[in-house]
C-alpha cells in the first residue's frame, strides 16, 4: 500500500471520529440543557411551594374572620401586583356574595354585593379558574389613589365542590398570566378556604358561647363585654351612657298558669320587641331569668327615658303568644360621670325595684346625682 493510499485512509478515519466525537458533544450540550432546565423547574417547584408554605402560615395565623380575609386577599393580590382588591364572601341561605374585605378602594366603593347567577361571576364559578373580566368607569369601584381599574381577575375561592367566595384583584390595563401564577392563584385560594371554614367555625361557636340560645340575644357574659367596651368608649370620648333594667311583671304566673314552653314563647316574643324598640347602636341583651339589660350608647337621663317609655308602650300594646297581655318595668340609670359608670348596672337595678313598688308597668330613673353627691361627701 502506498503512502497517498495511507494517508487517505488516515485522513478518513481522523473524519470520522472527528464526527463522532462532534455528535457526541451534542449530545452532552443537550443533556446539559435538559438537565439545567429539570434543575430549574425543580427550583421553580421549590420557590412556589415555599411560596404556598409562606402564605398558608400567613393566612391560618389568625382565627379572626376579618384578619383572615385581609391577609388571604393582600397576598393574592401581592402575587400578580393588583393595585386594589376585594374580598367576597357568599351569604348563606342567598345566590349572593357580599363584599367582606378590601384594600386600596375608595369608601363605600360601587360593587358591595355580587349576584352568583349573573356574568361574569356564573362563567367563572362554572370554570373554577380565574378570569380577567374587563371593567367600564360606571361599574368599576374607585381606587383609593383616583380613578377606577380597567381590568379585574376574579379567583373563585372553593373548598372542594362548595363555593365559599372571590377574590377581586384589580388591573390597569389587560394582562395574560401564565399557567404557573394561575396554578399559584389557586394554591392560595384553596388555602383561603381552608382558613375561612376554620375561621367560620370558630365565630359560630363564639357566637354561640356569647349568645342567649332562647332569645338570640347577647347572654349576659356578652352584655358584661360590651358594657366594659362601651364604658371605656365614654370615658375616651367624654360621653355619657345609661343602662336598662328589665323586668317582666308577674312572669311566674304565666309560667305556673301556661307552663314553661309558653313562658319560652312569650320572653323569645319579648326580646323581638326589644330589638325594634332599641336604637341600632344600642345593645339589648337577656340578663337572666326574666330580666332583660340594654345599653344605651351616648344617651343622657332623658333620652334613656324617652326610650324606655317607648319600649314600655310597645309591650303594653302587644299581644303575646296564646293571646296574653302583659307589662314591663323599667330602672333606667344615666350618667356623664365616667367614675358613676361601673355602678350603673346597680342603680339600675335599684330603679326597677321602685318601679315595681310603684304598681308595676312603670319607668323608674335611678337618682344619679344623689349617689354623686353622697360620693363627694
Partial sequence: MDLAAVLLIASTLLVIALV???????????????????????????????????????VNSSLALGEVLNVALTQAGRLIGAVAGAMYLVTPGKAEMRRQADYNLTHNAKGAGR???????????SAGRPTVVPLDSMNAPGLDGGGHPSHVLVVPVQRATHLMGAFELYLQGTREFPEDQIDLLLGVAAQAAMAISHAQL?????????????????????LAQRFLEEMQRARRHHKSMAFLMIDIDHFKVVNDTYGHLQGDAVLAELAKILISGKRESDVAARYGGEEFGVILHETNEVGAMTLAERIRSKVEAASFPGGLKLTISIGVAATDDEALFTGLLEKAD???????????????????????SAQRE
Fill in 20 to 58: 463522532l466525537l462532534t455528535i457526541a458533544l451534542m449530545r452532552l450540550r443537550g443533556a446539559t440543557r435538559e438537565l439545567e432546565q429539570a434543575l430549574a423547574e425543580q427550583s421553580g417547584s421549590h420557590d412556589r411551594a415555599a411560596l404556598l408554605l409562606a402564605v398558608a402560615e400567613a
Fill in 115 to 125: 349576584k352568583l347567577d349573573e356574568e361574569p361571576l356564573r362563567s367563572v364559578i
Fill in 202 to 222: 370558630f365565630q359560630a361557636q363564639e357566637e354561640n358561647a356569647l349568645t342567649d340560645e332562647l332569645t338570640k340575644l347577647p347572654n349576659r357574659r356578652h
Fill in 350 to 372: 335599684q330603679a326597677l325595684y321602685a318601679a315595681k313598688q310603684a304598681g308595676r308597668n312603670a319607668v323608674r330613673a335611678a337618682d344619679m346625682k344623689g349617689v354623686h
